[in-house]
């Protein structure tokens, strides 16, 4: 079971600006653990999006951004395209269980 | 361009052993830390373990009693058992890089996974 909770799903216009929470706890997040955030399209595997909690990696847009505070981390997508329908999830190390976790899973719909 | 291929048999029969190999390209297995990711039907992703070149490994508490992870420099492959399977183990596997720090672990490669059912 996923130990980083994320909301099941977001919406948003075109456009517009929408934001997935994902919320830890002192064992991961809070402990200082870095976030990452992964887009998954549609029958497609994982791709980084987010590393170090607010990193890039070459090619992805600056429209997506990440934070992280306390026990928490964000992900942003702003100007909201139909290509950003997907999945997006967030993962962390969690040193109570000494391995990788990752969050619930957030669907984001363009409207 | 590391790139990572999945193989291994689509179908398990219940109480088998579940046995996938991730063949890496473009990048050398003797760096980094290797991955095993499932994901079930319409569910979210679940870490298995890692390897290491040295044949190190580290696992999902929930899945360590019945899972195997090991690595073959020579043929620049790493490998996934299973045990005793049941359907609920029936999910995409991925496999990943991992780039490791003393504060996180990023899976920056994947594999575009396989699909492995577990029926009789």
Same mark, same amino acid.
């Given at each position: 079971?996923?130990?980083?909770?994320?909301?099941?799903?977001?919406?948003?216009?075109? #456009?517009?600006?929408?934001?997935?929470?994902?919320?830890?706890?002192?064992?991961?997040?809070?402990?200082?653990? $870095?976030?990452? *955030?992964?887009?998954?399209?549609?029958? %497609?595997?994982?791709?980084?999006?987010?590393?170090?909690?607010? &990193?890039?990696?070459?090619?992805?847009?600056?429209?997506?951004? #990440?934070?992280?505070?306390?026990?928490? !981390?964000?992900? !942003?997508?702003?100007?909201?395209?139909?290509? $950003?329908? !997907?999945?997006?999830?967030?993962?962390?190390?969690? #040193?109570?269980?000494?391995?990788?976790?990752?969050?619930?899973?957030?669907?984001? %719909?363009?409207? | 361009?590391?790139?990572?291929?999945?193989? #291994? @048999?689509?179908?398990?029969?219940?109480?088998?052993?579940?046995?996938?190999?991730?063949?890496?390209?473009?990048?050398?297995?003797?760096?980094?830390? *290797?991955?095993?990711?499932?994901? @079930?039907?319409?569910?979210?992703?679940?870490?298995?373990?890692?390897?290491?070149?040295?044949?190190?490994?580290?696992? &999902?508490?929930?899945?360590?009693?019945?899972?195997?992870?090991?690595? $073959?420099?020579?043929?620049?492959?790493?490998?996934?058992?299973?045990?005793?399977?049941?359907?609920?183990?029936?999910?995409?596997?991925?496999?990943?890089?991992?780039?490791?720090?003393?504060?996180?672990?990023?899976? $920056?490669?994947?594999?575009?996974?396989?699909?492995?059912?577990?029926?009789?």
């Amino acid at each position: 079971q996923s130990v980083l909770t994320q909301p099941p799903s977001v919406s948003g216009a075109p #456009g517009q600006r929408v934001t997935i929470p994902c919320t830890g706890s002192s064992s991961n997040i809070g402990a200082g653990y $870095d976030v990452q *955030w992964y887009q998954q399209l549609p029958g %497609t595997a994982p791709q980084l999006l987010i590393y170090d909690n607010t &990193n890039r990696p070459s090619g992805v847009p600056d429209r997506f951004s #990440g934070s992280k505070s306390d026990t928490s !981390a964000s992900l !942003a997508i702003t100007g909201l395209q139909a290509e $950003d329908e !997907a999945d997006y999830y967030c993962q962390s190390y969690d #040193g109570r269980l000494s391995g990788s976790v990752f969050g619930t899973g957030t669907k984001v %719909t363009v409207l | 361009q590391v790139q990572l291929q999945e193989s #291994g @048999p689509g179908l398990v029969k219940p109480s088998e052993t579940l046995s996938l190999t991730c063949t890496v390209s473009g990048g050398s297995v003797s760096a980094y830390y *290797w991955s095993w990711i499932r994901q @079930p039907p319409g569910r979210g992703l679940e870490w298995i373990g890692y390897v290491y070149y040295t044949g190190g490994a580290n696992y &999902n508490p929930s899945l360590k009693s019945r899972v195997t992870l090991s690595i $073959d420099t020579s043929k620049n492959q790493f490998s996934l058992k299973m045990s005793s399977v049941t359907a609920a183990d029936t999910a995409v596997y991925y496999c990943a890089r991992v780039k490791a720090s003393p504060i996180g672990e990023t899976f $920056d490669y994947w594999g575009q996974g396989t699909l492995v059912t577990v029926s009789s």
